[in-house]
């Protein structure tokens, strides 16, 4: 039970010491996370209807 203790106080310590993000710059991680995706996701539906434009007319 000690060993349990001393973990959990150990990572109290331990998380006291992190430095955590502003606010700002979580909003701009996110902004760069969605732009990303949505450019990602236009090119894969681009390639998707382009090959199946190609299919179609091989079969």
């Known amino acids: 039970m000690a060993k349990t203790t001393n973990f959990i106080k150990e990572c109290g310590a331990e998380l006291r010491k992190v430095v955590w993000p502003s606010r700002d710059d979580v ?5 760069v996370v969605i732009f990303s995706t949505i450019i990602i996701a236009a090119i894969l539906g681009g390639l998707d209807l382009l090959f199946t434009a190609g299919m179609s007319l091989v079969f």
Do not use: L, R, Y
């Open 27 to 31: 909003v701009a991680s996110v902004k």
